[in-house]
C-alpha cells in the first residue's frame, strides 16, 4: 500500500491549487497530507482499533488511527474492505466481522437519530422502511473514495476511483469510465425529449399581466377567440399568402398585432394592400423603403385614408409620386417623416389640399414649419381636424393663420416653440364656436386669458386638453366652469396643472393649477358626461373636494367615467378610492401612482386599480363583488 | 348552423353544413352574440361552417365558459393551418371582443 502511495506521489501531477502552492513555500506538502489521511481512513477501514504497521512505515501517520465515531469515517461493508484483507487469517477475520457488524450497527443507530436524516424521512415518507432509509445513506457514505483501486459493478475491471465515478443503477458498488459513460449516454436521451419548459413562470406570467394592464389591454376573462386567432397569425405570419377577404376591421387588428412585434416588412406589406381598400394604416413603417411607399399608391388606387407611423423613408421621391397620382387623399397621418423637404410640403398641399380634410403630423424637426400652416387656409379650405404634434419649427407666426381655417372642429397642437396666450385667444375668438377638440399639450405659458376665451367662445367642444400650464389659477378654472354654455365634455386632461415652485412646494399662496374650486366646479358642469379624466398631479385638490365630489352617499352618481388617472394627487386616500369606485359604476381603470395614502383598498370585481405603492404590484384586481 | 329551439333546455345544439353536431352548455355559447340572436330570436340559420371549424369553436365555447371569472388564463392552443378560417367564422360569430361581461 505505501508502494501505491509512494507510485501515486511521483505519477500524479495535476494544475496546483493557490492553496498548495502556499503551503509548498512552507515545506509542507499537500499530498503529503491527503495521502496521510487516506492512509488513516484506510486503516480504520480494514482495522479498526488498531494501527497497520505499513503507516509507520511510512513515517507519514503521526496521529493513530481515528476513531469511528463520526459518520464520515465509518467502516466499510465486505465489498470496501480492500485487498489487504486477504492477506489476513480466517480466524481473524470472523472476530473482525463481528466488531464490524457491531460498530456498523452503531454507526446506522447514530445516523437514524441525526438530524438529516430525520429531515429525510419527513421528505420521503411513503412507507419506506427506517432501517432501509438508514442503511441507504450509510452505503452512500461508506462509498469507495477517490483514489482508491476498485472494481466495476457492471464489467468487473480494475479502475481507479476518481471523483466523477458513477454508482451503478441499481446501487451496488461503482462502474469504471467506460461504464459510466454508457450510461451517461443513456441517461441523457429521455432528456432530450423532454419539452422545454415554457418561458416565465407563474413570475413570467404576472409580469405579463402587469404589462397588459398598462397597456390597457388587460381583460379579466379569456381572450376572444379574434385575438387568439390574430396571436397565432402574427406568430406565423410567414406561413401566410393572402389574408383573404376578411372584414377591414380584423385586418387592422392584424396590421396592429404585426407592428407591435416590428413585423412589417416589405413582404408583409403585401397582406394589407387591397386594391379595393379606401384605407391603408400602417402602424410601424420603420422597416419599409421608399420603394414600398410607392408601391402602397401603385396597388391601391381608391385610397381616401392614409396613415403611416414611423415613416422614416417617407422621402421626397414618395411625395412626387403621390402627387402624380390620380389619389386625393381626404386623411393624412404621417409620422417620423423627417426627410419630407419643406418644398414638397407645399407642393403636396397646393395640389392635393383641396380634397385634404384631415391632416396629422407628429415628430418633424425641421420641414414642417409656420410658412406651411400659413398655406393650409388657401390650400386646405375644408380642413376639419388638424393635429401637429412634437414640432419644432411652429411658433406664434403659424398658430397665428389657423385663425383663418373655418371649417375646423378638431384642433391639437404640441408645440416646442413657444406661443404667447394672447395667440390662442385670437385663433379662439375666431373658430373657437365650433370646435369640438382644443388640445394643447406641454403650454407652461398659457395663463388664464385663455381659459375665459374659452368659456367665451367654445360652445361645441368635447374634448379638452391643457397640460403643464404653470400660469393658470384655480379661479380661472372656476370661472371656466361656471355657467359655461358648452355641454358637459367627454374627455378632459389636466394634467400637470400645478404651481412649480420648489423652494416652498407646499404652499401655494395664488392657488395655482386646479385646486379644489376648480375640481368641484369641472365635475359640476361635466361630471355626468365625462368618460375620461385626467388630473395627473394636480396636487393641491383637497381630500375635502374629493369626498365632497366624489360623496357617493350624496348621490353623486358618474356614470359614463370609464378611465380616471389621479396619479400623484396627494391628498387621495382609501377611502377617497373607495368612493370613486362606489360612485363612477363604469369606472374601468384609476391610476393612483404616487398617491401613498392609498394603501389597501378593496377594489370591485371586474375593476383595475393601477400604480398602488404596495409590493404586490401595480394593480389590485377586485376579488370581491361590490354589489 | 342550426340551434336547437327547445327553450328550456340548459344545452345549445350546433349543426355544421357537413353534419357534425356538439352539444354545449347554452350559457357558454352567449359569448356570441350572433348565437345569442339567433336563439332569442328563435330563428334557425345554417351557415358554412365545417365540422373542423365548428369543433374548434365549440371548444372555444367551452374554454371561455370555464375561464370567464379567472384573472390569469392560459392561451388556447390554435393550430396554424385553419386560424385565417377561424378568423372568418370568430368575425361572423361577432367573438371580436372579450365579452366576459356581456354574459
Given at each position: 500500500m505505501s508502494r501505491q502511495n509512494r507510485q501515486g506521489r511521483s505519477s500524479i501531477r495535476g494544475p496546483q491549487s493557490a492553496l498548495t502552492d502556499f503551503l509548498a513555500s512552507h515545506n509542507i506538502s499537500a499530498n503529503q497530507i491527503r495521502l496521510d489521511a487516506d492512509a488513516r481512513r484506510r486503516a480504520a477501514q480494514n482495522n479498526p482499533g488498531q494501527v497497520d504497521p505499513n503507516q509507520q512505515d511510512d513515517g507519514s501517520s503521526a496521529l493513530p488511527a481515528a476513531p469511528t465515531d463520526t459518520p464520515d469515517e465509518i467502516p466499510a461493508g465486505p465489498a470496501q474492505a480492500g485487498p489487504s484483507r486477504t492477506r489476513r487469517s480466517a480466524a481473524e477475520t470472523n472476530t473482525h466481522d463481528d466488531k464490524r457488524k457491531k460498530e456498523q450497527q452503531k454507526v446506522i443507530d447514530k445516523i437514524k437519530a441525526s438530524k438529516k436524516f430525520q429531515k429525510r424521512k419527513r421528505n420521503a415518507d411513503d412507507s419506506e422502511d427506517e432501517d432501509d432509509l438508514a442503511r441507504a445513506i450509510f452505503q452512500q457514505r461508506s462509498a469507495p473514495l477517490p483514489g482508491q483501486i476498485e472494481n466495476c459493478a457492471n464489467c468487473g475491471t480494475r479502475f481507479t476511483v476518481t471523483p466523477y465515478s458513477r454508482s451503478a443503477p441499481d446501487g451496488g458498488g461503482l462502474l469504471c469510465t467506460p461504464c459510466g459513460k454508457k450510461l451517461n449516454q443513456d441517461d441523457d436521451l429521455p432528456k432530450k425529449k423532454k419539452k422545454p419548459v415554457p418561458a416565465g413562470g407563474p413570475i413570467g406570467r404576472r409580469r405579463q399581466l402587469q404589462s397588459n394592464i398598462l397597456d390597457g389591454t388587460y381583460q379579466p376573462g379569456s381572450k376572444s377567440l379574434t385575438t387568439l386567432c390574430i396571436e397565432t397569425l402574427a406568430k406565423n405570419i410567414d406561413l401566410a399568402g393572402d389574408l383573404g377577404d376578411l372584414p377591414w376591421p380584423v385586418v387592422d387588428k392584424i396590421a396592429r398585432k404585426l407592428s407591435k412585434h416590428r413585423l412589417l416588412n416589405t413582404a408583409t406589406l403585401d397582406l394589407f394592400l387591397q386594391p379595393i381598400a379606401e384605407e391603408v394604416y400602417i402602424y410601424d413603417g420603420a422597416k419599409l423603403s421608399a420603394d414600398d411607399y410607392i408601391r402602397v399608391f401603385q396597388t391601391v388606387p381608391n385610397l381616401k385614408k392614409l396613415k403611416i407611423r414611423n415613416a422614416i423613408h417617407f422621402k421626397d421621391e414618395v411625395m412626387d409620386y403621390l402627387i402624380s397620382r390620380h389619389i386625393d387623399l381626404e386623411e393624412f397621418y404621417l409620422h417620423g417623416a423627417n426627410l419630407l423637404a419643406s418644398s414638397k410640403w407645399h407642393e403636396f398641399l397646393n395640389a392635393k389640399g383641396q380634397s385634404l380634410r384631415s391632416l396629422r403630423v407628429y415628430w418633424t424637426d425641421k420641414h414642417f414649419g409656420n410658412d406651411i400652416l400659413a398655406s393650409l387656409p388657401t390650400t386646405c379650405p375644408s380642413l376639419n381636424r388638424l393635429k401637429v404634434s412634437h414640432n419644432q419649427e411652429v411658433s406664434g407666426d403659424g398658430v397665428k393663420e389657423l385663425a383663418k381655417l373655418k371649417h375646423l372642429r378638431h384642433l391639437s397642437l404640441d408645440l416646442r416653440e413657444h406661443v404667447h396666450s394672447d395667440i390662442y385667444v385670437s385663433v379662439l375668438s375666431e373658430i373657437g364656436h365650433a370646435l369640438e377638440t382644443f388640445a394643447l399639450s406641454r403650454v407652461p405659458d398659457l395663463d388664464n386669458t385663455v381659459l375665459d376665451a374659452i368659456h367665451n367662445k367654445c360652445r361645441s367642444l368635447e374634448k379638452l386638453r391643457i397640460t403643464?400650464?404653470?400660469?393658470?389659477?384655480d379661479e380661472g378654472f372656476v370661472r371656466l366652469f361656471n355657467g359655461w354654455e358648452n355641454k358637459g365634455l367627454l374627455f378632459l386632461d389636466l394634467q400637470k396643472c400645478r404651481q412649480l415652485e420648489s423652494s416652498k412646494p407646499r404652499e401655494n399662496p395664488d392657488n395655482i393649477g386646479l385646486c379644489s374650486n376648480g375640481f368641484r366646479a369641472l365635475m359640476a358642469h361635466s361630471g355626468k358626461s365625462l368618460r375620461h379624466l385626467n388630473i395627473h398631479a394636480c396636487r393641491h385638490i383637497s381630500a375635502e373636494a374629493f369626498e365632497e365630489v366624489f360623496g357617493f352617499e350624496q348621490g353623486k352618481i358618474y356614470p359614463e367615467l370609464q378611465k380616471m388617472e389621479i396619479s400623484f394627487c396627494e391628498e387621495v386616500t382609501d377611502f377617497i378610492v373607495g368612493c370613486i369606485f362606489r360612485s363612477c359604476p363604469n369606472l374601468r381603470e384609476l391610476n393612483v401612482f404616487g398617491c401613498m395614502k392609498v394603501r389597501d383598498v378593496r377594489v370591485p370585481r371586474g375593476r383595475i386599480l393601477v400604480g398602488v405603492p404596495n409590493a404586490v404590484g401595480m394593480m389590485i384586481e377586485g376579488e370581491d363583488d361590490d354589489d | 348552423m342550426a340551434a336547437n329551439r327547445d327553450e328550456p333546455s340548459k344545452y345549445v345544439t350546433l349543426v355544421s353544413n357537413d353534419g357534425f353536431e356538439f352539444v354545449l352548455l347554452r350559457e357558454a355559447t352567449v359569448v356570441s352574440p350572433t348565437i345569442k340572436a339567433m336563439l332569442r330570436d328563435d330563428r334557425q340559420w345554417r351557415e358554412a361552417t365545417t365540422g373542423r371549424f365548428l369543433e374548434k369553436v365549440a371548444e372555444y365555447f367551452q374554454y371561455w365558459y370555464k375561464n370567464r371569472d379567472k384573472l390569469d388564463v392560459p392561451d388556447m392552443d390554435i393550430p396554424v393551418e385553419i386560424c385565417l378560417e377561424l378568423l372568418v367564422a370568430a368575425d361572423y360569430l361577432g367573438l371580436d371582443m372579450c365579452s366576459s361581461r356581456t354574459a
Open positions: 403643464d400650464s404653470e400660469l393658470m389659477t | -
